[in-house]
């Protein structure tokens, strides 16, 4: 069993900061590429950032130049650091990893969170 557990979501001023942490747990034998996605009430779920192994990252435009992604290996946790938030950035953050279960797992899945709510209001 894999579990992701998002956490450090909550009210934040615009003009603040916000960190959010997802770590991986359970049966892990390999974890490939991360990331994290968010979905605003009325919208769908949408790519936010995502870092590869060897720490390549990608960034929406959206967000690109406020948030910044980074992982830590070791600990199999994924990170978002939320600079200059704005209203339009409040949604449920969730996080995401491809990874396989077992040694004898055939291919890399991809698992999710079950969210953390950012909310950035004056």
């Known amino acids: 069993q894999v579990q992701l557990v998002e956490s450090g979501g909550g009210l934040v001023q615009p003009g603040g900061s916000l960190r959010l942490s997802c770590a991986a747990s359970g049966s892990i034998f390999s974890i490939g590429a991360m990331g994290w996605y968010r979905q605003a009430p009325g919208k769908q779920r949408e790519l936010v950032a995502t870092?590869?192994?060897?720490?390549?990252?990608n960034y929406a435009d959206s967000v690109k130049g406020r948030f910044t992604i980074s992982r830590d290996n070791a600990k199999n946790t994924v990170y978002l650091q939320i600079d200059s938030p704005e209203p339009e950035d409040t949604a449920v953050y969730y996080c995401?990893?491809?990874?396989?279960?077992?040694?004898?797992?055939?291919?890399?899945?991809?698992?999710w969170g079950q969210g953390t709510q950012v909310t950035v209001s004056s």
């Open positions: 870092i590869t192994n060897d720490g390549s990252t």
């Open positions: 995401n990893a491809a990874l396989r279960p077992r040694s004898s797992s055939p291919y890399y899945l991809l698992y």
